[in-house]
C-alpha cells in the first residue's frame, strides 16, 4: 500500500456537507460512501446491536464483510432505535443542521417515522431528501420487495446476458450500483440547485429505473418488435470478432474490433490473410456476426499455435484492442493499478485494509479515505455535539435508544 501523493488538506468539494443516512445493504450506502470520497461527513444510523445487516452477508475481509468494507469507509456509526422517542428527538437534532437525508429503508417506513420530504420539508426547508426503493413511488410496484438480483430480472438484464441455454446475472451488484450512483449524482444537482433557490428538494431513485436506463442499447436494438439481442456468453451480441478466443497454451485473450479498418488490419497483420478482409461471408459487421461460427474456427486455428503472450503482442502491435481474463487475484495484482498508485490504507475495526481511490482524480484533492466504523463507534461522540450530556446519553442507552 501506498500513502497519499496528493494534499489531502487542500479543499474537497463537500467539505461541510452533513449527509444523514438511514442506510442498509448496498444502493444507499455505496451512495453514501461516494459522498464522504467527495469529503462530505457522513452518518450512518445503524441499529442497536446487529447494524447494516450487510455486515454479516460475510466474513472474508479479517472477519469483515466485504460488502461492508467496500461501501462504507469514511463514515461515522450511530446506533438509533427509531420506535423509540428518545431516538426520534436525537434524529431531530441531527437534521436542524443536515443537508441531506439518505434513506433506502423499507416502503413506507420513512413516511411512518415522519422522515419523508413531506413532512420535513416544513421544518427543515434546506434539508435534500434522497428516497431509494426498488421501484420508485407510486404505480402497482411500490410496495414490492426489491433486492438486486430481481432488478437485474426484471429490467431485462437477465433476458441479454448469460448464454443461449442459461441466463446468467452479473458477477456483482450492478442494480445496486446503478440506484447508488444515480443517487450521488442527482445530490450533487440538488446541491447545486439549493445553491440558487435556497431550498432543498427531494430525489426518488429507483432501482428498476436505474437499471432500465443501462439497458438502453439492447431496447433500441430491440426497438418496434424486432429481435433483441442474443445471449452471447463474454462475447458481444451483436458486433463480431469480440469476445474471448483460446489459444495454444489452453488460456484465453479477450479481443474486440470495432469498425472495418481495425477488420482489414487483423486479417492482414494478425491472421496474416488479407484476402479474407474481404470474404463475402465476413466484409461487413453484419456479416461477420451472422457467420461467427465459421470466422471463430478461422481465428481459433490462427491462434492455436501461440501462448497467450505471443497472441497479445500481436494484436497490441497490430493496435487491436485486446485484454487479458483476470481473476480477483490479478485485478488486487493488476499492474496499471499499481503504477497509477490508485491504492491506500484505510483503518477498520479489523485493522488497517487496502483501499481503492475512486475513479476520476481532481488534481486540486485527494478523496477522503479514512476508516470503515464498528457499529455504533461514533455514537456517544454524535450525542455529546447534538448537546446530549454524560446522564442524558445514558439514560438513552438505558431506553435502548440508542
Same mark, same amino acid.
Given at each position: 500500500m501506498t500513502t497519499p501523493t496528493q494534499n489531502t488538506r487542500a479543499p474537497r468539494p463537500l467539505d461541510g456537507i452533513t449527509v444523514i443516512s438511514l442506510e442498509h445493504a448496498i444502493a444507499a450506502p455505496f451512495c453514501t460512501r461516494q459522498l464522504a470520497d467527495m469529503g462530505a461527513r457522513v452518518i450512518k444510523i445503524e441499529r442497536p446491536g446487529g447494524g447494516d445487516f450487510a455486515r454479516h452477508y460475510d466474513e472474508r475481509v479479517n472477519g469483515l464483510s466485504s460488502h461492508f468494507v467496500w461501501t462504507n469507509r469514511s463514515k461515522e456509526s450511530l446506533t438509533l432505535n427509531l420506535k423509540e422517542a428518545g431516538a426520534i428527538d436525537v434524529m431531530a437534532r441531527l437534521l436542524e443542521t443536515a443537508d441531506v437525508l439518505v434513506q433506502n429503508l423499507a416502503p413506507g417506513a420513512a413516511a411512518r417515522l415522519g422522515l419523508d420530504f413531506d413532512q420535513l420539508h416544513e421544518r427543515f426547508p434546506r434539508l435534500i431528501v434522497c428516497d431509494i426503493s426498488g421501484y420508485g413511488e407510486g404505480g402497482p410496484y411500490q410496495d414490492k420487495k426489491a433486492y438486486d438480483l430481481l432488478i437485474q430480472?426484471?429490467?431485462?438484464? $437477465?433476458? %441479454?446476458? #448469460?448464454? @443461449?441455454?442459461? @441466463?446468467?446475472?452479473?458477477?456483482?451488484?450492478?442494480? &445496486?450500483?446503478?440506484? #447508488?450512483?444515480?443517487?450521488?449524482?442527482?445530490? $450533487?444537482?440538488?446541491?447545486? $440547485?439549493?445553491?440558487?433557490?435556497?431550498? #432543498?428538494?427531494? $430525489?426518488? /431513485?429507483?432501482?428498476?429505473?436505474?437499471?432500465?436506463?443501462?439497458?438502453g442499447y439492447p431496447m433500441y436494438y430491440a426497438y418496434d418488435g424486432a429481435p433483441p439481442p442474443v445471449r452471447a456468453g463474454a462475447s458481444h451480441a451483436t458486433i463480431y470478432p469480440y469476445g474471448p478466443f483460446p489459444v495454444g497454451d489452453g488460456s484465453v485473450v479477450m479481443l474486440g474490433l470495432q469498425n472495418e479498418r481495425e477488420w482489414r488490419i487483423f486479417c492482414d497483420r494478425v491472421l496474416a490473410n488479407a484476402a479474407l478482409a474481404d470474404? @463475402?461471408?465476413? !466484409?461487413? !459487421?453484419?456479416?461477420?456476426?451472422?457467420?461467427?461460427?465459421?470466422?471463430?474456427?478461422?481465428?481459433?486455428?490462427?491462434?492455436?499455435?501461440? &501462448?497467450?503472450?505471443? %497472441?497479445?503482442?500481436?494484436?497490441?502491435?497490430? #493496435?487491436?484492442? !485486446?485484454? =487479458?481474463? !483476470?481473476?480477483?487475484?490479478?485485478?488486487? &495484482?493488476?499492474?496499471?493499478?499499481?503504477? =497509477?498508485?490508485?491504492?491506500?490504507? /484505510?483503518?477498520?475495526p479489523a485493522g488497517a485494509l487496502p483501499a481503492l481511490l475512486p475513479p476520476a482524480t481532481n488534481n486540486r484533492f485527494e478523496a477522503q479515505m479514512t476508516a470503515v466504523p464498528g457499529v455504533g463507534q461514533h455514537s456517544d461522540r454524535i450525542l455529546a455535539e447534538l448537546g446530549f450530556d454524560d446522564a442524558a446519553i445514558a439514560a438513552l442507552h438505558q431506553a435502548g435508544a440508542v
Open positions: 430480472s426484471e429490467s431485462g438484464f $437477465l433476458s %441479454v446476458t #448469460g448464454t @443461449p441455454d442459461e @441466463p446468467s446475472k452479473a458477477g456483482c451488484s450492478i442494480a &445496486d450500483i446503478a440506484a #447508488g450512483m444515480y443517487a450521488y449524482s442527482g445530490i $450533487l444537482n440538488a446541491l447545486l $440547485l439549493r445553491h440558487r433557490t435556497g431550498e #432543498g428538494s427531494r $430525489l426518488d /431513485v429507483s432501482m428498476l429505473e436505474s437499471s432500465v436506463e443501462w439497458m470474404d @463475402p461471408r465476413f !466484409n461487413t !459487421n453484419s456479416k461477420r456476426n451472422e457467420n461467427r461460427a465459421a470466422l471463430r474456427a478461422l481465428i481459433v486455428e490462427a491462434f492455436k499455435a501461440f &501462448d497467450a503472450d505471443d %497472441v497479445a503482442q500481436t494484436l497490441e502491435t497490430a #493496435g487491436i484492442a !485486446n485484454a =487479458r481474463v !483476470n481473476d480477483m487475484a490479478g485485478v488486487w &495484482d493488476h499492474t496499471q493499478l499499481k503504477a =497509477r498508485d490508485r491504492w491506500r490504507t /484505510v483503518d477498520s
